[in-house]
């Protein structure tokens, strides 16, 4: 069983930058893909950022050019480099994993963009 454990969320001013990590465990294959959704009360799940195992990335249009994804295959990790960022970025922050068609869920960190 595949787990997932956030770290790097929290309350930062607007305008300032945290980075995310996401460390997978329990399987011995590289994921073909890990990334980053959110979720707002009321609101569905959607995605930030997504990064495959050759390293090709999508972005959502909101966070293009302030958002960076990346991954270390070899310690099963995946980074979300979040810069300039706004108080409508605040959301719980979800890692995302897909393997095999399977897909697994963090538990959710919480960042918050206020002043």
């Known amino acids: 069983q595949v787990r997932l454990v956030e770290s790097g969320g929290g309350l930062v001013q607007p305008g300032g930058s945290l980075r995310l990590s996401c460390a997978a465990s329990?399987?011995?294959?590289?994921?073909?893909?890990m990334g980053w959704y959110r979720q707002t009360p009321g609101n569905q799940r959607e995605l930030v950022s997504i990064?495959?195992?050759?390293?090709?990335?999508d972005y959502a249009a909101a966070v293009k050019g302030r958002f960076t994804v990346s991954r270390d295959n070899a310690k099963g990790t995946v980074y979300l480099q979040m810069n300039s960022l706004k108080s409508e970025d605040t959301a719980v922050y979800y890692c995302?994993?897909?393997?095999?068609?399977?897909?697994?869920w963090g538990q959710g960190t919480q960042v918050t963009v206020s002043s």
């Open positions: 990064i495959t195992k050759d390293h090709t990335t």
């Open positions: 995302y994993y897909r393997s095999f068609g399977n897909r697994y």
């Open positions: 329990g399987s011995r294959f590289s994921p073909d893909a």
